[in-house]
């Protein structure tokens, strides 16, 4: 129904086992990819093999840990074709002052270093070949700075420079790199309040301007046209998926 545009690809994709990844897994297989997908939940992961089978490769491992990314790339079995960078978490809201260090350690880790490790594992394979894309999840909180707590900003903006610098160094090589930056969407992401001035400063603002919240659906269409050659000429794009948010 969804067309063959991934036919004989493999396509890594992290965070594969909830949310914007599950749906951005099935999508592509939809469209004829064999995926890796790559979550720290195996629970989560034996779900997406009993929906997909023999489709499906997983692996089971932190992004935090270069063993992950190495896991990964052995599970592409030497072609790889595409890498969707979706696995991230949230802070808690904290303003710069109420950071604690566990939590800017975690979720630049994750956000950040994850992305990095996952992207630099893939791109030896994509360089020889001559082609592939790369699709990191940004987020409306890379667009401004009251979309979440200061960790998680400061993760998205990076999100946003690294596919930047990504692109300017790789495009000529046959490489793409591009974000997507959604807004609210329905997946399981844990994000709690944790500083009552984050509630008094984000409250209104949010309230005034937040969109309907998004299914992953949504957000896998996006990432799934930028990981096709329907997108061949587009490298160094951040793409709000956002319902317009980015608008206001
Ligand atoms: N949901 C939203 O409203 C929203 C908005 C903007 C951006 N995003 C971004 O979308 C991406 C996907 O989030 P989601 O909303 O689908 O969340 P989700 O929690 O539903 O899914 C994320 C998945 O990533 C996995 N994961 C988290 N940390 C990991 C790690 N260290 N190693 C391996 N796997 C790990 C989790 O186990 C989970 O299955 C994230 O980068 C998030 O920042 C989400």
Redesign the pocket.
């Known amino acids: 129904m969804n067309g063959n545009r991934f036919a004989e690809r493999t396509i890594i994709v ?9 749906a951005t897994a099935l999508r592509l297989a939809s469209e004829g990819a064999r995926i890796v997908g ?4 195996r629970t ?1 992961l034996q779900d997406l093999e009993r929906e997909l089978g023999d489709r499906v490769a997983t692996v089971d ?4 840990q270069q063993l ?1 990314a190495d896991r990964a790339i052995a599970a592409a079995r030497g072609r790889i074709d595409g890498l969707a960078n ?5 802070d808690g809201f904290e303003p710069t002052a109420e950071i604690d260090d566990a939590t800017w350690e975690r979720v630049i ?3 950040v270093t ?1 992305m990095m490790r996952m992207t630099r594992a893939v791109l030896p394979a994509m360089l020889a070949a001559g082609r592939g894309a790369i699709v990191n ?5 890379g667009q401004r700075g009251s979309a979440a707590g200061t960790p ?1 900003t400061v993760s ?1 903006h990076a999100v946003n420079g690294f596919t930047k610098s990504t692109a300017f160094f790789y495009t000529p090589r046959g490489v793409r790199c591009n974000a997507v ?11 709690a309040f944790r500083s009552t001035l984050a509630q008094e400063r984000l409250g209104p603002v949010m309230q005034a301007t937040l969109p309907p ?1 998004a299914q ?1 659906e949504a ?1 896998a269409a996006a990432i799934a046209w930028l990981l096709s050659d329907d997108a061949s000429d587009v490298s160094g794009a951040i793409i709000p998926v956002d319902g317009g948010w980015a608008a206001i």
């Open positions: 992290t965070g594969a086992g909830s949310g914007i990844g599950r790559v979550d720290a939940s989560r491992g932190d992004l935090l992950t979706v696995a991230g978490i949230m880790g994750v956000n994850g999840v940004g987020s409306e909180a998680y998205k930056a959604p807004g609210p969407v329905a997946t399981n992401i844990e994000a919240v992953p957000l």
